[in-house]
């Protein structure tokens, strides 16, 4: 295997965990906050995270984990052309600061796409991700597919497998799970207003801060990720660096967290789509549906539908206004 493969290079059943495991320090907290500035409270206030927590130290910020665990899953997917999705992604478990990740990441499927007059062959692959802890817990585990060249611009390698191992949905009763045992209750009286019980199907909510993208790079390096189309222009199909589709995610979580103020934490993503690239300098501005409603014994379960949509000037590579770049379908945890 290459270090950095090729389509043709990848087999079924490949593992990939030869990779630095990640202790989370408060200084990985600083970094990312600085980057997207979310508002959730549990993952900013340590005195609160333990009173309603009833264990001492902070929680991680759930947006934090999942960039951390995709930069571990990126050694396969160094020459990556995009990354197009990422389906059934479940927190099994809270992470805290002072937890330690190690990242393997699994070859599932491998299709090839279809040959094009003029356009290099390229193929997708289904990656496979566990995340887990220091006491070998899994925390994290998710599906994602990126886009990555073949060695040869004309291969046909007759690559065609099924995908449907990358599960779009989660059952409700693996959600409720993952619901902790927390003083939710607590939460409520604390802060009065825009909690679960507010919400309704079909609640609509579009906000008008907007974000501008900045310091793509700079996540990139934080979080190992190895994607040479992130860092470096000329490995990029659009002649531009291209935005790591996590910070775009990351950019969504934290305007939602404003929609939301009393979102307690991230429990899934049923499924996540990057429908256009986004480039540094892109303004974001985001939707959030509320699709759906989950009451347990414990709290409040809403899932959700996040759209992000960008602006970019006539010097991108895409120019225009309100270009769809995001599609995301969630489970939070409300009190």
Same mark, same amino acid.
């Given at each position: 295997m290459r270090i950095a493969p090729y389509f043709e290079d990848f087999t079924l059943g490949e593992c990939f965990d030869d990779v630095p495991s990640i202790t989370v320090t408060e200084g990985y907290t600083a970094i990312h906050q600085a980057l997207f500035a979310d508002r959730m409270r549990l993952a900013l206030d340590a005195h609160l995270c333990e009173q309603i927590t009833g264990r001492p130290g902070q929680l991680?910020?759930?947006?934090?984990? !999942?960039?951390?665990?995709?930069?571990?899953?990126?050694?396969?997917s160094q020459r990556v052309m995009g990354n197009l999705f990422?389906?059934?992604?479940?927190?099994?478990?809270?992470?805290?600061?002072?937890?330690?990740?190690?990242?393997?990441?699994?070859?599932?499927?491998?299709?090839?796409?279809?040959?094009r007059e003029g356009r290099a062959a390229s193929g997708m692959v289904a990656l496979?991700?566990?995340?887990?802890?220091?006491?070998?817990?899994?925390?994290?585990?998710?599906?994602?597919c990126?886009?990555?060249?073949?060695?040869?611009?004309?291969?046909?390698?007759?690559?065609?497998?099924?995908?449907?191992?990358?599960?779009?949905?989660?059952?409700? !009763?693996?959600?409720?799970?993952?619901?902790?045992?927390?003083?939710?209750?607590?939460?409520?009286?604390?802060?009065?207003?825009?909690?679960?019980?507010?919400?309704?199907?079909?609640?609509?909510?579009?906000?008008e801060a907007r974000d501008t993208v900045t310091l793509a790079p700079e996540l990139v390096r934080l979080t190992l990720n190895m994607?040479?189309?992130?860092?470096?222009?000329?490995r990029s199909v659009y002649g531009k660096r291209l935005?790591?589709?996590?910070?775009?995610?990351?950019?969504?979580?934290?305007?939602?967290?404003?929609?939301?103020?009393?979102?307690?934490?991230i429990l899934a993503w049923y499924r996540c789509d990057h429908t256009a690239p986004v480039f540094e300098l892109d303004i974001l501005s985001t939707v959030v549906s509320?699709?759906?409603?989950?009451?347990?014994?414990?709290?409040?379960?809403?899932?959700?539908?996040?759209?992000?949509?960008a602006t970019r000037g006539p010097e991108a590579p895409e120019p225009g206004d309100g270009i769809q770049v995001l599609d995301w379908h969630l489970a939070v945890l409300m009190a």
């Open positions: 991680a910020n759930p947006s934090l984990v !999942s960039n951390l665990a995709i930069g571990q899953s990126t050694i396969p990422y389906r059934g992604l479940r927190f099994h478990r809270p992470v805290w600061v002072g937890d330690t990740l190690a990242t393997t990441t699994k070859v599932v499927g491998l299709r090839q796409n279809k040959i496979e991700m566990e995340v887990v802890n220091q006491h070998e817990e899994t925390v994290l585990l998710f599906w994602r990126p886009m990555i060249p073949c060695r040869d611009p004309a291969a046909e390698t007759g690559l065609s497998g099924d995908f449907s191992v990358m599960p779009e949905e989660i059952a409700d !009763s693996l959600i409720v799970n993952a619901v902790p045992d927390w003083d939710y209750a607590g939460f409520r009286d604390r802060f009065t207003g825009g909690h679960f019980a507010s919400l309704n199907v079909g609640d609509r909510y579009e906000l994607a040479m189309t992130h860092t470096d222009a000329g935005v790591y589709g996590g910070h775009t995610i990351a950019m969504a979580a934290a305007q939602l967290s404003r929609v939301l103020p009393n979102l307690i934490s509320v699709e759906g409603l989950l009451a347990t014994d414990k709290a409040g379960v809403a899932k959700l539908r996040v759209q992000v949509f």
